[in-house]
Every structure is written in C-alpha cells, then in structure tokens.
C-alpha cells in the first residue's frame, strides 16, 4: 500500500510541476521578448524573426538557409526573405556554396556582427541584473537544470 | 588581500555564469518555438504571433488591445492585425468597452478556448518528458529559480 501512495503524490507532484514549469517558461519566453524589444527606437532587426538568424549565425558562424530554416523551426520561404532584409542592411553576406551550386552559404558581416554583439550585451546586461543578490549556489543550480531542460527539449521527437 | 581577491573570483564566476545563462536562454527561446510549431501541419495562429495572445487571454481571460500590446511588448498596429485573424477564424470576440466608446475587450471564444488548451496540453506533454528521471528536489529547484529569475527580468526598467 505504502509504496503505491508514495508513487501517486509523486504523479501528483510531477502533473503540478509540469503546469507549474510550462506557464513559467510562456512567462520567460514573454520577458525575454522584451529584452530584445527594449526601451529605446529598436531597429526592425532587433525586433522581429531577424533576431534568430543573427544570433544563430553568430553562434554556427555560417550556415545554409536550409540549416537556418531547421534550427529555428521556420519554413525557408520566411528564412529566406528575412535573410534578403538582412543582407540588404549589410548585416549577412551570402556566398556561393562549393558543394552545391544552386544553395548560398550565409554569414555576418562586420557591421552583422558588431550589431549581435550589442544585442548579445544587452541581454547580459539585464540578466545580470536580474541575478543581483543571487547566491553562487543557485546560480550555478539554475544554469545546470536550464541546460538539461534545453537537451531533455531538444530530443524529443513528438 | 584575501577578500579582494574572493570578490574577484566571485565577479568572474558571476560574468561566465553571465554568458552562459544569457546563451542558454537563447537555446531554451528555440527550443520552445520548436513545441509549438510541431511536427504534424500546423494552424498558422500557433506558428506565428498569434500564439501569444491567445495564450495571454488564457491566463488574463480579457484584455484591451492596448493592455495586449504592452504586455507582449508588440506595436498595437500589430496586435490589432493578428487579433483580427483570430477573430476571423472564430478564436477570439471583440465586445464594446463599457468604458471607453472607442476601445473593445477581447476574449477567447469557446473554440479559442480548446485551441488553447490544446496548444498547452501539447507543451505540457513536451515539459513531462524532458523531466523524465528528474529527481522532485531538481524539478522543483528549477522552477523556484525560474519564477525568480522572471521576477528579476520583470521588475528590470533599462
């Protein structure tokens, strides 16, 4: 009997803690759009799905639209637009690809990546902020179970 | 000496944990748009914007445009554009403010409200198998410090 109850308050536990979680990560999600938005006039770039592409690329360093169009889970018709709106404010180049004449090799400019590595400070900057009195502890306790959150996320197949 | 040289050590570790929790949130933004946009083909509202008013009427039940727009921290042009897709596929209704002549309170139609709960159901499945083999102590740790880091980046006004 015992062993039955303890292993239905843990379901129970799990189901309050898998609400609980999902409505905690649609806030995140909410908070850090608001990063990239900020304050001030915001470039367009900043604001709309250019973001991904630019922070992505600076990550991979170059990539094909194909690849940018899987990793960010956008149809490559929209990748392929926001590229063209990027590459036409100078901020990613476009190169022929040896191995496939038809597909380009896209990366970041100078000015692409000089305008990621601001964007990429001031979201350190506000997590910074947001991590004002926290313990070594929980820091290093938060940036542990976000990272195996990520990969448990990114292996699932369903 | 000792203390001067801790508290240097403390601001290195508190600038790489920094980096590294501003990159995972990055990762973690992508793995969540991954849950939504979903394998099979999906409904263009849970694609794109669409997505987060109806999951903000969910947990608001009914807002102005304007309340929507600052809260999602998008242009209120945008808003009322994708709110009046949702209207047109049935998902959400516009009702007279009693308040204001001009402004309208948007909710969620009974159909809106299945989408949603679907919509969540399916994040809900995707966040109960990445805990899969959690302890309870990691699973709760991760959503303590979850909560308080949306508090920090909420309350942060730069």
């Known amino acids: 009997m015992q062993s039955g109850n303890e292993s239905k308050v843990y379901e129970e536990d799990l189901e309050s803690h898998v ?5 905690g990560l649609f806030q995140l999600a909410r908070s850090l ?23 992505l690329l600076k990550h991979r360093h170059s990539m094909r639209s194909s690849e940018i169009a899987s990793s960010l889970a956008i149809d490559i018709s929209t990748v392929s637009r926001q590229i063209k709106v990027l590459e036409h404010a100078g901020l990613v180049k476009k190169e022929p690809d040896s191995n496939d004449a038809r597909a380009a090799i896209i990366s970041l400019t100078k000015k692409g990546e000089e305008i990621v590595d601001q964007l990429i400070k001031k979201r350190e900057d506000t997590v910074r902020r947001a991590l004002e009195g926290w313990s070594v502890e929980d820091r290093e306790c938060l940036i542990r179970l976000l990272d195996r959150l990520v ?6 197949e369903n």
Chains 1, 2 share one sequence.
């Open 19 to 23: 609400k609980h979680l999902e409505k």
């Open 33 to 55: 759009r608001k990063i990239r938005v900020g304050g001030e006039a915001t470039p367009t770039y900043a604001t709309g799905a250019g973001f991904w592409e630019l922070v």
């Open 151 to 156: 990969v448990g996320l990114d292996s699932d």
